[in-house]
T-cell receptor, first 118, second 109 residues
Framework: GAVVSQHPSWVICKSGTSVKIECRSL??????MFWYRQFPKQSLMLMAT?????????EQGVEKDKFLINHASLTLSTLTVTSAHPEDSSFYIC????FGTGTQETQYFGPGTRLLVL | EDKVVQSPLSLVVHEGDTVTLNCSYE??????LLWYKQEKKAPTFLFML????IEKKSGRLSSILDKKELFSILNITATQTGDSAIYLC?????????FGQGTRLTINP
C-alpha cells in the first residue's frame, strides 16, 4: 500500500509556542490530505481537509486561525498549531488519498504526531 | 449529521476465542465502509466494503456489510494476543470519513 510519513513523531513544547507538523505522501501524489486529532481513549476526529493549491476546508468547531494548514505540493501538507496551549495536547494524524489509482475511498494514514504542550 | 456507532466499546476475551465487532451507521450518500486496526500508532487499513452481502476475508479476519440495515460486522476467529488493539469503523460519505468510537479488544493468553 501507499506510504505516508509524518514529522516529527513526538514534540514537547512550551505554552504559547507554535508547532509545525509535516505530512508527506512518499510514493504517490495526493491532491487531498486530511488532518485528524485523537484524544486519549477517543476516536479520530476530522479537523480539516487539505487541498493542494487551495484553502483548506475546516470542520465545524475547528479554529482556522489556530490550526494553519498549507498544502503547497502534491506530496506535502503541513499543520501548524499556533500559540499552542495544554489543551491542544493530542495525537495528530494525517491521511492522504491516492490520486493515481483512483481508490478514493481508501485513505492511507501517517504514523501520527504526539504533541504535548507544557 | 453523519454518525457511526460501534459496539461493544470494550471487549476482553481469551486467546482462541472468536469475536464479533459491530458497526452501525447513518450517513448521507454512503460510498463505503472501512475497518481499521489501531495499536499504538495510526490506524492500519483492514477492509473496505461497498456492497451488501459480500464477505471480505483476510486470514482469521472477515467482514460483511448490510446496506439495508446499515451495519457491518468484523469477525476475528482463533484470536491471538497480537489481535489486541482498537478496531475502528469508518464510513465514507461524499467527501470525508466519519469514524466510530472504536472497540478496544483485549486478548488474554
Amino acid at each position: 500500500g501507499a506510504v505516508v510519513s509524518q514529522h516529527p513523531s513526538w514534540v514537547i513544547c512550551k505554552s504559547g509556542t507554535s508547532v509545525k507538523i509535516e505530512c508527506r505522501s512518499l510514493d504517490f501524489q495526493a491532491t487531498t490530505m486530511f488532518w485528524y486529532r485523537q484524544f486519549p481513549k477517543q476516536s479520530l476526529m476530522l479537523m480539516a481537509t487539505s487541498n493542494e493549491g487551495s484553502k483548506a476546508t475546516y470542520e465545524q468547531g475547528v479554529e482556522k486561525d489556530k490550526f494553519l494548514i498549507n498544502h503547497a505540493s502534491l506530496t506535502l501538507s503541513t499543520l501548524t498549531v499556533t500559540s499552542a496551549h495544554p489543551e491542544d495536547s493530542s495525537f495528530y494524524i494525517c491521511s492522504a488519498r491516492d490520486f493515481g489509482t483512483g481508490t478514493q475511498e481508501t485513505q492511507y494514514f501517517g504514523p501520527g504526531t504526539r504533541l504535548l504542550v507544557l | 449529521e453523519d454518525k457511526v456507532v460501534q459496539s461493544p466499546l470494550s471487549l476482553v476475551v481469551h486467546e482462541g476465542d472468536t469475536v464479533t465487532l459491530n458497526c452501525s451507521y447513518e450517513v448521507t450518500n454512503f460510498r463505503s465502509l472501512l475497518w481499521y486496526k489501531q495499536e499504538k500508532k495510526a490506524p492500519t487499513f483492514l477492509f473496505m466494503l461497498t456492497s451488501s452481502g459480500i464477505e471480505k476475508k483476510s486470514g482469521r479476519l472477515s467482514s460483511i456489510l448490510d446496506k439495508k440495515e446499515l451495519f457491518s460486522i468484523l469477525n476475528i476467529t482463533a484470536t491471538q494476543t497480537g489481535d489486541s488493539a482498537i478496531y475502528l469503523c469508518a464510513v465514507k460519505g461524499v467527501q470525508k470519513l466519519v469514524f466510530g468510537q472504536g472497540t478496544r479488544l483485549t486478548i488474554n493468553p
